[in-house]
């Protein structure tokens, strides 16, 4: 009902910066939470950036001050630019969009994640 397209992700040395985009499509109502997680091998999925509808925004501490999540609502898209890039900032990236589609139904999508590496 809801895809997710997240072109990005590559190859840096830590220092760097990268930016991701997400851009959902289908049957969309409205867009309660978009955001990012990510996955190293052998950790969680732990939460990156997210933007609510109202523009609320929560980055955890690891991250604050240095990403930064924006959107375009007229494109069902959001941006996060990372900057000062650490090797503990490899792992797959996932976009994710808590929505209503447009039969009402409460729907958690998932982006098939892009490959960030931060190279020391």
């Known amino acids: 009902q809801v895809q997710l397209v997240e072109p990005g992700g590559g190859l840096v040395q830590a220092g760097g910066s990268l930016r991701l985009s997400c851009a959902a499509s289908?049957?969309?109502?409205?867009?309660?939470?978009m955001g990012w997680y990510r996955q190293a091998v052998g950790k969680k999925r732990e939460l990156v950036a997210a933007i609510s509808r109202g523009g609320t925004t929560n980055l955890p501490d690891s991250v604050k001050g240095r990403f930064t999540i924006s959107r375009d609502d007229a494109k069902n898209t959001v941006y996060l630019q990372m900057n000062s890039l650490k090797p503990e900032g490899t792992a797959v990236y996932y976009c994710?969009?808590?929505?209503?589609?447009?039969?009402?139904?409460?729907?958690?999508?998932w982006g098939q994640g892009t490959q960030v590496t931060v190279s020391s």
């Open positions: 289908g049957s969309i109502f409205r867009i309660n939470t």
């Open positions: 994710n969009a808590a929505s209503v589609t447009t039969d009402s139904a409460l729907v958690s999508a």
